[in-house]
């Protein structure tokens, strides 16, 4: 398959990212990462001990051919976020950071000036940064301007199950951005996930739906393949909807009288 | 019931809610209003709140269960966090009559210093604490910043996260504890009834109102969470509860950034033999943390080693967020277990590996580390 995702110059085969919170033990997240495919999986900063480098989290995370993707959550500003990317660079050796800001402890929705600082500044640092935010096109563009590598706007909220939502923005980003897009929250089903490759998103990023599923490895073969095919039918360009049935008597057709 | 806009401080909410009235709106709860509230789950109304704790609710018990349950593992997913209790002081200047520190009890009195402090450290520590909650009983105001502000620099190196269940500090003292890295803060008013006064006779926490505004210095202060509850069986649960809720309400839309955790303390006997006079059985007790789940799925919720293992067993999977486990409750309980100077009888004696097992067969992991000790610093860049 040649169809290549690509972010600061590393290729990806799969589009389908993975966040490992919520899963009842680090052996079925094991396993759902396995049955995923993907190849590039989040992991909070503040779930593991930086400072060990035998954490059994890290350790069940790591996988052949799986990239770690730090997150920052638990921070509220962008100096905190920039020091988590920090120690999340020391400890697991990797320039790359998903920037996740949200002060806000219950809905976990971004705060846009913290993280418009702060990938300022981690790309400064030479950090390849992956941006959380709401599905705000104009807002994409700056981040753009300030060095991001990917933007990861929200389909609904974090845990939301709400799919997306966000989709008329989520359309214009899509349509806009010279970055990649990746449609990171609310998509919890696999139908969901399809829709939003579809829709032209370059990869999802999916972790409730996955990790609270009865049986989550087997989740996470259904949304393995529901990103291929939302992505090929994207590729195969879907027809257009029509609104109106074509009538089989054209109403012009008085004009050939 | 909507909360009026535009209120400076949650003792101006309060002061709407009489106690004898809402005892006359419970007693007006129909099953109707129980059906509207478990038909929308997370509304977050304190209203909605009282009909599912009203005894109105009872048969929906079932019900309740599996609501709870379906909204904890959809936003907490799959996990629990354990933490455990460091318990540094049993001094108290106050009498409650319900408490095992209360200073009309002959006991020894113990402070730890650092180095006593430290041996608790190391026990804890090889339990595979990560998480720990600093307890003391009351100093006077001075002492409590002098203390509190050296042990927690002794305690916060050594852990992800640190919070506290103290008496009641001044807004500064909250601001200058946060950043030295203090995570949480703690504070029940016990009761919101008009029994207080009775049960709080001497020192400073007698003063209702002082106590009442605590979580609004804590929001002031910034702090990351902070706890709400009452002691379960000083007054009528139920009324008790509902201004939790109400409180809890208040602060969530006032201080947004600010994590909220609710515990149930059941009083269990303490050495003056108090016997509650509004005992709360087990399956009331299970009405009270569903409802809690049901009226806002975001609250943390926390289940002591107070309770039984049968009934933690069975009660964590259907909504609780975070346990202690290998609890002692008596100052320098975990370097000298044979020393026996507690504030409450322990029902759960399991310890963090075994409670791991437990909930590893009901499908939950247990999480011990769940924060980065260096966010919220006063100035994390210089971590």
């Known amino acids: 398959m040649n169809d290549l995702l690509t972010i600061a110059g590393k290729t990806f085969e799969s589009r389908l990212f993975l966040g490992t919170g919520k899963f009842g033990s680090n052996q079925l997240m094991a396993q759902a990462i396995a049955a995923s495919g993907s190849e590039l999986v989040t992991l909070a900063l503040k779930r593991f001990d930086p400072e060990n480098r035998s954490d059994i989290m890290v350790s069940q995370v790591s996988q052949p051919g799986v990239n770690l993707l730090p997150n920052t959550s638990g921070v509220r500003t962008a100096a905190e976020a920039v020091l988590a990317a920090k120690l999340a660079q020391q400890s697991l050796e990797t320039n790359w950071v998903k920037l996740e800001i949200h002060p806000d402890p219950r809905y976990l929705l971004p705060d846009h000036q913290e993280t418009l600082k702060a990938t300022e500044e981690l790309a400064k640092l030479g950090f390849v940064v992956l941006p959380y935010i709401n599905a705000d096109p104009v807002f994409c563009k700056a981040l753009e301007s300030a060095g991001a590598a990917a933007v990861m706007p929200l389909g609904a909220p974090i845990g939301s199950n709400q799919g997306l939502s966000s989709a008329t923005m989520l359309e214009i980003i899509i349509r806009e951005s010279n970055l990649p897009v990746v449609v990171d929250a609310g998509i919890g089903t696999p139908s969901q996930a399809a829709q939003a490759m579809e829709m032209g998103a370059d990869a999802v990023l999916v972790n409730t739906a996955i990790a609270v599923a009865e049986d989550p490895a087997q989740m996470a073969l259904a949304f393995k393949l529901a990103v291929q095919a939302g992505r090929i039918g994207y590729q195969a360009k879907l027809g257009a909807v029509k609104n109106v049935a074509e009538a089989s008597s054209p109403l012009t057709s008085f004009l050939e009288d | ?383």
């Not at chain 2, 349950?69 to 200047?93: D, H, M, W």
């Not at chain 2, 994590?259 to 003056?272: D, E, G, V």
């Not at chain 2, 039984?308 to 370097?335: E, Q, V, W």
Request: proline share 6%; net charge negative; charged share 25%.
């Open chain 2, 1 to 383: 019931m909507n909360l009026q806009t535009g209120a400076t401080s949650f003792t101006q909410i309060f002061e709407q809610h009489p106690w004898a009235d809402l005892a006359a709106q419970l007693a007006a709860i129909t099953p109707a209003d129980v059906e509207q509230a478990l038909s929308r789950p997370g509304s977050g109304n304190p209203k909605d709140f009282l009909a599912l704790v009203s005894p109105v609710a009872a048969p929906y018990l079932e019900q309740m269960a599996a609501l709870s349950q379906q909204l904890t593992r959809k936003r907490f997913g799959k996990t629990v966090q354990l933490y455990a209790p460091l318990y540094l002081s049993n001094e108290c200047i106050n009498s409650c009559s319900y408490c095992g520190f209360s200073k009309e009890i002959d006991l020894p009195r113990i402070r730890l210093n650092r180095e006593q402090v430290e041996a608790e450290i190391k026990v804890l520590k090889a339990m595979g604490v990560e998480h720990v909650l600093v307890v003391t009983g009351d100093f006077s105001e001075t002492q409590a910043r002098e203390y509190l502000t050296e042990a927690i620099s002794w305690i916060q190196p050594h852990f992800a996260q640190v919070s506290m269940e103290v008496q009641p500090l001044p807004e500064s003292d909250y601001r200058c504890l946060s950043e030295q890295g203090l995570h949480g803060v703690m504070c029940y008013q016990e009761t919101y009834g008009p029994r207080y006064a009775e049960f709080h006779k001497k020192g400073k926490k007698k003063d209702f109102f002082w106590r009442l505004e605590t979580p609004e210095r804590l929001g002031q202060a910034g702090v990351h969470k902070m706890g709400l509850g009452v002691l379960l069986g000083l007054d009528d649960w139920r009324l008790d509860s509902f201004y939790v809720a109400l409180h809890a309400s208040y602060i969530q839309k006032k201080y947004w950034q600010t994590r909220l955790s609710i515990s149930f303390p059941r009083l269990r006997p303490a050495k003056m033999g108090f016997s509650p006079d509004h005992p709360v059985s087990d399956r009331e007790l299970v009405q009270l943390i569903l409802a809690y789940r049901i009226f806002d799925e975001n609250l943390e919720l926390a289940l002591s080693t107070r309770e039984s293992p049968h009934f933690r067993n069975h009660m964590i999977p259907l909504a609780i967020t975070s346990i202690s486990a290998g609890s002692k409750t008596d100052p320098g309980g975990y370097a000298n277990p044979e020393v026996a100077l507690e504030q409450f009888e322990i029902n759960d004696e399991r310890s963090p590996k075994e409670m791991e097992r437990v909930l590893q067969s009901s499908g939950l992991e247990l999480v011990t580390r769940d924060w980065e000790p260096h966010f919220g610093l006063s100035n994390p860049t210089e971590a």
